[in-house]
């Protein structure tokens, strides 16, 4: 069966009525494109011109600023499947550069086909049902028949949806346009100006010596306390130096002195 994870995601839309285009052929069309533009807001303006032109959809869309000059972006439109083509190649001619194209098509002819014979023989099957409910006397059998008959309807029920969905991705195209512009020479020039780079110079140079002086402070406060610490710890070492010299000195004195004879 198809379910609507194996196909490419589409968001609603408001007012169509899902059915696909009529003929023995159904097919699924998506693109891909990345192009270098003069210019991301006015190439993305006239793809939405585009999609207006073709009676198409507004998809989703995302724009950043990187740095002056360095703009990108991305937008999706869908378009009915019979204008899919025409619209890939005027969107194609706003590119400066192509840098990358993908086309997925997909036919899925044959999943309508199961899809289809599923949903008669359930239809078929539902039919036979309600005759039975109209015969049967017993609770029972009614009941037997009900939970049945219930069974059923939700299979239809998911195999339509099924198909309604596979009909949508038939009858309307999807393209995502990933657009980059490159830096102007105004935007160079100005980023990269004499002014600007001294002006950076001096802004570093002037952190730096904040931060030589934060550190000149801070060890003029702490200084003090290391002094102390060190006249401390200083002061423990000779009285221990001095204790055991004295102790050493008096246990020298009292052992005997050896007279060298054998």
Not at 6 to 31: H, L
Not at 91 to 111: C, F, G, H, T, Y
């Amino acid at each position: 069966g198809v379910s609507e994870s194996s196909i490419a995601p589409m968001p609603p839309i408001p007012g169509y009525d899902g059915g696909a285009p009529s003929g023995e052929e159904k097919i699924i069309k998506n693109a891909s494109l990345a192009l270098l533009v003069e210019n991301v807001d006015d190439a993305a303006a006239k793809i939405s011109l585009i999609r207006a032109r073709f009676d198409g959809h507004v998809g989703n869309s995302m724009f950043n600023e990187y740095t002056a000059g360095s703009r990108a972006g991305e937008i999706t439109i869908w378009v009915p499947s019979a204008h899919f083509d025409e619209a890939l190649v005027e969107i194609k001619k706003l590119a400066l550069r192509v840098d990358n194209e993908s086309v997925n098509v997909s036919d899925v002819s044959a999943q309508f086909v199961d899809l289809d014979a599923r949903l008669k023989n359930l239809r078929a099957t539902e039919s036979q049902y309600l005759e039975i409910m109209k015969r049967s006397g017993k609770l029972s059998e009614v009941l037997e028949v009900t939970r049945e008959l219930s069974n059923t309807r939700s299979q239809i029920e998911q195999l339509e949806g099924q198909r309604n969905y596979l009909s949508r991705q038939v009858a309307l195209s999807s393209i995502r346009v990933s657009l980059s512009q490159e830096e102007s020479p105004e935007d160079l020039t100005d980023e990269w100006r004499p002014l600007a780079v001294i002006k950076a110079v001096a802004k570093e140079t002037l952190a730096g010596l904040t931060d030589f002086i934060d550190d000149v402070l801070a060890l003029l406060v702490v200084l003090p306390l290391l002094l102390l610490k060190l006249v401390f710890y200083g002061a423990i070492l000779w009285a221990l130096w001095r204790g055991g010299r004295a102790v050493y000195v008096k246990v020298s004195g009292s052992l005997p002195l050896s007279s060298g004879k054998v």
